[in-house]
């Protein structure tokens, strides 16, 4: 093991699993809140954070992107990994007899049309692996919870249904986030890359209009903005934005120097080679 990779949630959850898949070579390190997340590896307990940032069906996972500004983590890589929900219960239990799934409300939201059809109760508990853990104490054998196979595995229950989740191509996107932004030079033309930046557009007319307007004019691909308001105020607007393209190529040059000009501040989170995922759609599981 080269060193600690935080997550938030407990052993077994879709956190547990990215953090195994994208670096193998780290020991996954559980954390009950992202603050904790942030927390550890500001302080150097742990090298690196997984951070969900969204979802392909849900959306982007709240208060992330507020959190994300406020630390001070970089972006290292992105991981884009496919959520499986199983249906798990104690050794024993058979499906017939389940009245009730237990499961984050994220991942009962996701399973509506399994739960449906067999008129299961849904029960919102804080994360998917916490409920396969809270099963497996329960005594019971009329409960069960929805979480990755992985958890089943740690929390020693048996899976009644597998891929109960309502779509296939349920998909989370995650972040690998560290103290350091490592210098990674594009090597060639065909290479893709994120470039990630926070900025604050100066208090004056139209000003995010030109701001934008130099990535139209250089052919730069922006995937996301988003606005936050800045320390609760109705007219200091924080965009939190992310493009195709590496900075040492000469349109995203000339697109961030102009998006400067119009802007009090320009924070670049990261520069990332692109999971090939965004080419592909194909996951790599």
């Known amino acids: 093991m080269t060193g600690k990779i935080a997550y938030q949630g407990e052993p077994g959850a879709n956190s547990h699993i990215a953090c195994r898949k994208a ?25 690196l954070a997984m951070i969900p940032v969204e979802n392909s069906i849900a959306g982007r996972v709240a208060d992330i992107h507020q959190l994300i500004p406020e630390s001070r983590l970089r972006m290292q890589a ?43 109760e849904r029960v919102t508990t804080a994360d998917t692996a916490g409920a396969a853990r809270e099963v497996s104490e329960s005594g019971r054998d009329d409960i069960a919870a929805i979480a990755p196979a992985l958890a089943a595995e740690v929390y020693n229950l048996d899976i009644l249904a597998e891929n109960i989740e309502d779509h296939a191509h349920n998909t989370t996107r995650f972040v690998v986030m560290g103290l350091d932004m490592p210098n990674v030079e594009r090597e060639s033309e065909e290479e893709h890359f994120v470039t990630a930046f926070l900025f604050r557009v100066r208090n004056v007319p139209a000003a995010l209009y030109k701001a934008m307007g130099g990535f139209a004019t250089n052919g730069v691909n922006m995937t996301k903005l988003e606005s936050y308001m800045v320390e609760g105020s109705f007219t200091a607007t924080q965009f939190y934005a992310e493009v195709d393209g590496h900075p040492d190529d000469r349109n995203l040059q000339l697109a961030l120097e102009e998006l400067g000009f119009f802007s009090s501040r320009v924070d670049v989170l990261g520069v990332f080679r692109a999971h090939p995922y965004r080419q592909t759609g194909v996951h790599d599981d």
Do not use: Y
């Not at 070579?25 to 742990?46: I, K, L, W």
């Not at 199983?86 to 017939?96: F, I, N, T, V």
């Open 23 to 47: 670096r193998p070579n780290h020991e996954p390190m559980p954390c009950r809140t992202f603050e904790d997340v942030f927390a550890v590896v500001s302080s150097g307990e742990a090298e």
């Open 78 to 120: 992105e991981h884009f990994q496919p959520i499986r929900f199983q249906l798990m219960a104690r050794p024993g239990a058979s499906l017939e007899n389940i009245k009730e799934a237990h499961s984050h409300i994220m991942a009962l939201g996701q399973c509506r049309s399994f739960l449906h059809s067999h008129n299961i």
